[in-house]
């Protein structure tokens, strides 16, 4: 199946380090002149998915902020290795890929594992990141296996867009259910507790009221370790905030960026 570019948004492939990361990049050529911030937002996707899942909100951010979408390492239409990488040299991966393609200040806004990485960005670049924006984080320590994930990702997908099913088969047989079984447990691995302090940054964390992975109990406990954090649940949203309810999370994103 042929792959199509959603309309206002360019294909991107850049160098970072020996990886060739894949993006969706905001057209500024469709006869927007003005932003209301120039500062543009970067969104990271979360495990086994990628930048697709995150269309639907980065195509309503992009009517006031510059937008680029890439692809992890192992994702979607970026260099795949043999195994798949740790949420450092994603991180990393990822700054190089920023510094390369765009050369100052950006804001972060991920989704579920992509929170490991991107708030390890902004503890690494805290002169790079200006905000940062989770998105229902995992893992919550609470379910710290796999097999937990799985079945709370199970039970999240019966209050998901029914589309969200079909991106995510897609996105799996690019990635592979080896590389997908190596990053869910990467995932599972990580302790945001030590690290959130560490966090500088203006930080949103967005929950979703129905979301069984990352619950508002977790969501407080995370926004209270940050030295600037600042919640948002969006009233009956899933875990997949920025697809299944991308018109909610674009106005706290707004409220957030534009208004504080």
């Given amino acids: 199946m042929a792959y199509r570019v959603p309309p206002g948004f360019?294909?991107?492939?850049?160098?970072?380090?020996?990886?060739e990361i894949f993006s969706l990049v905001a057209n500024h050529n469709t006869g927007k002149s003005v932003y209301k911030s120039e500062i543009p937002i970067v969104l990271v996707h979360g495990a086994?998915?990628?930048?697709?899942?995150?269309?639907?909100?980065?195509?309503?951010?992009?009517?006031?902020?510059?937008?680029?979408?890439?692809?992890?390492?192992?994702?979607?239409?970026?260099?795949?290795?043999?195994?798949a990488l740790g949420v450092i040299e994603q991180a990393k991966t990822l700054i190089a890929w920023i510094e390369t393609l765009y050369h100052s200040k950006v804001r972060l806004l991920a989704n579920s594992y992509g929170c490991?990485?991107?708030?390890?960005?902004?503890?690494?670049?805290?002169?790079?990141?200006?905000?940062?924006?989770?998105?229902?984080?995992?893992?919550?320590?609470?379910?710290?296996?796999?097999?937990?994930?799985?079945?709370?990702?199970?039970?999240?997908?019966?209050?998901?867009?029914?589309?969200?099913?079909?991106?995510?088969l897609r996105d799996m047989?690019?990635?592979?259910?080896?590389?997908?079984?190596?990053?869910?447990?990467i995932m599972v691995d990580y302790d945001y507790l030590p690290r959130l302090p560490l966090v500088t940054t203006k930080t949103l964390?967005?929950?979703?009221?129905?979301?069984?992975?990352?619950p508002k109990k977790w969501i407080d406990r995370v926004v209270s370790l940050l030295p600037d954090g600042h919640s948002h649940i969006i009233s009956g949203a899933p875990h997949n905030v920025n697809f299944t309810t991308p018109s909610h999370l674009n106005e706290a994103v707004l409220k957030f960026l534009l208004e504080s």
């Fill in 10 to 19: 360019v294909e991107n492939f850049t160098a970072a380090g020996k990886y």
């Fill in 173 to 185: 047989s690019e990635m592979g259910w080896k590389r997908g079984m190596q990053t869910t447990q």
């Fill in 48 to 83: 086994i998915v990628s930048h697709r899942y995150l269309m639907p909100v980065a195509q309503l951010l992009a009517d006031n902020f510059p937008i680029y979408v890439p692809d992890l390492v192992g994702h979607g239409r970026s260099s795949k290795t043999m195994n």
């Fill in 116 to 168: 490991e990485i991107i708030t390890e960005m902004a503890i690494m670049r805290p002169d790079l990141v200006d905000r940062l924006i989770l998105t229902a984080p995992t893992a919550d320590p609470a379910h710290p296996t796999v097999r937990e994930q799985a079945f709370l990702l199970f039970c999240d997908a019966f209050r998901e867009n029914p589309l969200m099913g079909f991106v995510l």
């Fill in 205 to 214: 964390v967005v929950g979703g009221e129905k979301d069984p992975l990352a």
